[in-house]
């Protein structure tokens, strides 16, 4: 078989939800990948920050090869031997002091609101049923009925209410909106300290620093999701280090399973997760033993090999050669460690064709929405396949002039 006939499959069989290249990938290693017909290329997207440790990471495999002989599922009903060993991992490289473990980043992004509204009514003093979660505008935290319910993005919500309420929408970097919104029945303040899916938008300096001050001062819950900037992707450990912001309630997922497994997490104080009681909030899979031995190696490499310090030295050193670029096509190049947007300026035909050229170079990247492209290329990579890459991206937007 050969690549169209697997496209041919796929599009008979497999639901329409995603636009995919059409490439079709039948190995990886480390920051390549390779094609049913044996071409190479470049990941540069890295399952949308999923693989920042690189693909089949010889210790994460060897980890999930032998934690699978030994040990998967228990379930909750029981205890194991590795969900402990995460759990203190966790909180000592975060500084949070407990934590819920769950499967994909969506349940983690509920689980924090469904905590936010606990605590809400339990120690605020919300009346039953009135709380209220504050998040942006070109948010994305997952495709689940109650967080597409504070989406603003049509295509996310279309055909899909009746909605969840309780949410308000402020302007994603406006402080001032943030407070004006905050009411005496507010849980929560909900942000990606970085927005990734909605184009690498970074907000204006200072805004986390004083939201958070904002939420301390009103008594909300300052909620990051740090599914996609955690764990290294900007240069720091997590987003909100760049303004020494420590959240109330983290949410991480994508990396902590190393590209491996499925792991997800919410981070939060004694005080705050504490609130969670036997029986009230849980999954079957969350927590597993072969999730949690998983996670522990993926955090152990971030360490080991300095991938925080990497993504940092790395992405300056791209993002300045990347400003070197002349093309008519491009409105901003931004970034912080390794997760940079190109946007593209509306007549540019949108970032789709960029996209399929590069694959033609091949360097894999997607396009988040219309009009940028979004490179984050797994944090174990070199200079010298960077400037490979580099070489590649100028030639595309030479050709496509
Ligand atoms: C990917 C992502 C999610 C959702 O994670 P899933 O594992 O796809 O459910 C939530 N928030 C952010 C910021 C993400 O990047």
């Not at 995919?20 to 390549?32: E, M, N, Y």
């Not at 190109?342 to 949108?350: K, N, R, V, W």
Request: charged letters at 25%.
């Amino acid at each position: 078989m050969d690549s169209k006939d697997y496209i041919v499959i796929e599009d008979i069989y497999g639901a329409h939800n995603y636009h995919p290249l059409d490439v079709v990938i039948t190995k990886a290693k480390g920051i390549w990948m390779w094609d049913v017909e044996g071409n190479k290329y470049l990941d540069f997207l890295s399952a949308y920050s999923a693989v920042n440790q690189g693909h089949c990471h010889p210790r994460i495999v060897k980890t999930l090869q032998t934690q699978a002989k030994k040990l998967t599922l228990t379930s909750r009903a029981f205890r194991n031997d590795q969900w402990p060993l995460l759990a203190k991992e966790l909180c000592e490289l975060t500084g949070f002091n407990m934590v819920l473990p769950m499967n994909s980043g969506a349940e983690a992004v509920e689980t924090a609101i469904k905590l936010a509204r606990k605590w809400a009514y339990q120690k605020k003093g919300v009346p039953q049923d009135e709380a209220e979660i504050i998040a942006c505008t070109n948010n994305f935290h997952g495709r689940t009925v109650t967080i597409i319910s504070f989406s603003t993005e049509p295509s996310y919500r279309q055909d899909f209410g009746p909605f969840t309420p309780g949410f308000k929408i402020v302007p994603f970097g406006d402080a001032e909106a943030l407070e004006a919104a905050i009411t005496p029945r507010t849980a929560a303040f909900l942000v990606e300290p970085i927005q990734a899916e909605a184009g690498i938008l970074i907000p204006p300096d200072g805004y986390l620093k004083k939201a958070k001050e904002i939420c301390e001062k009103n008594n909300v819950l300052f909620i990051a999701d740090e599914i996609q900037t955690g764990l290294g992707r900007v240069g720091k450990m997590f987003a909100c280090e760049y303004e020494g912001v420590k959240p109330d309630i983290m949410v991480i997922g994508k990396s902590l399973g190393g590209g491996c497994y499925a792991i997800s997490a919410v981070l939060s104080t004694t005080e705050i997760m504490g609130l969670f009681k036997p029986g009230e909030h849980g999954s079957t899979f969350g927590g597993n033993p072969l999730a949690c031995a998983v996670a522990r190696e993926a955090l152990r490499v971030i360490q080991d090999e300095r991938l925080v310090e990497q993504a940092a030295e790395k992405g300056t050193y791209f993002l300045e050669k990347l400003k070197t670029i002349k093309s008519h096509h491009i409105k901003e190049i931004r970034g912080r460690g390794l997760l940079i947007g190109i946007e593209l300026y509306p007549e540019a035909g949108g970032a789709r064709r960029f996209c399929e050229e590069m694959m033609n170079e091949r360097l894999l990247c997607k396009e988040t929405h219309e009009n940028v492209i979004r490179f984050a290329p797994p944090l174990i990579i070199s200079k010298k396949e960077l400037d490979w890459a580099f070489k590649r991206i100028k030639n595309v937007f030479k050709r496509l002039n």
